[in-house]
């Protein structure tokens, strides 16, 4: 992080919240003062004004990444070790269900890109719903799709069942019926599908899923979810003795099933062998 030294004033503020609104469909009133979008370059914007920012509007502007980091880039920053690099590997080619997990900022979305990554070597048909424009995917068959105010993931998630896809890719998990409709799909006939979700571990991420589902039904789901998902990645952001940021992956398990009888997960941590 740099600091520019430019000042805007509110009226220079505010305005730019305008044009960006404009752009991407939206008029700013005290009702709608949130600008959740994306710049014509696909960076990711968003913006706050008018009475919740007490008169000095304010954005964000969160820069697409200009090359993909891959798999082999993370191993060589000691990101990740060469067996969990071969394991993943040999998951997304054996079509298993990825969920990558991690808090604000930890690069959920920069490891998914590795994963989508790695697509390029097979022949699938791949399906991306996000709700900004942030997935990178070399594949040649392939849909992309954005979420919309009008348009939900949930929508998008039906839609692709009469759209023939081998793999479906969400951007990020965040309500119950998309997570429950994601699942189903995963558990039905469309596996080796890639999604991210707010988590600070990998086993609560198994949590995550459990509390956005029980926003859409009172019976608890974990069959569903233990079903559905087959590898969880952590991903972490640490800082290092020299004042650094890095992000590596933390941990990686592979989920068995869910044992109702005891009432919990089968889990196997991917450690060195």
Not at 28 to 37: A, D, L, M, P, R
Not at 38 to 45: A, N, T
Not at 176 to 182: A, I
Not at 193 to 205: D, I, K, Q
């Amino acid at each position: 992080m740099e600091k520019t030294k430019v000042v805007l004033n509110e009226k220079m503020s505010f305005g730019i919240n305008q044009v960006i609104a404009s752009y991407n469909g939206k008029i700013i009133t005290e009702e709608n003062s949130i600008v959740s979008g994306s710049l014509p370059s696909g960076d990711r914007f968003e913006g706050v004004c008018k009475s919740p920012t007490k008169g000095h509007s304010t954005f964000t502007i969160r820069k697409k990444p200009e090359k993909i980091f891959t798999l082999d880039d993370y191993q060589n920053t000691k990101s990740l070790t060469e067996y969990q690099k071969n394991f993943l590997i040999n998951q997304i080619k054996n079509k298993k269900n990825i969920l990558v997990v991690g808090g604000t900022g930890t690069g959920k979305t920069t490891f998914l890109n590795a994963l989508l990554n790695e697509l390029k070597y097979t022949e699938d048909r791949v399906f991306i719903i996000e709700e900004v424009e942030e997935l990178i995917c070399s594949v040649e068959n392939k849909v992309s799709y954005l979420v919309t105010d009008f348009v939900s993931a949930l929508d998008l998630a039906k839609s692709a069942m009469r759209q023939r896809p081998d793999r479906i890719i969400m951007g990020e998990l965040r309500y119950g019926h998309e997570v429950e409709e994601l699942l189903k799909l995963w558990n039905t006939g469309h596996s080796g599908g890639f999604a991210t979700t707010h988590a600070n571990g990998s086993e609560e991420g198994l949590e995550r899923l459990e509390e956005l589902l029980s926003e859409v039904s009172e019976t608890p789901r974990q069959k569903l979810i233990g079903r559905a998902i087959d590898v969880i990645v952590s991903v972490v952001r640490q800082k290092t003795e020299d004042g650094r940021t890095i992000r590596r992956i933390n941990e990686i398990i592979e989920v068995v099933r869910y044992d109702k009888k005891e009432k919990e997960y089968i889990l196997n941590k991917i450690k060195e062998e």
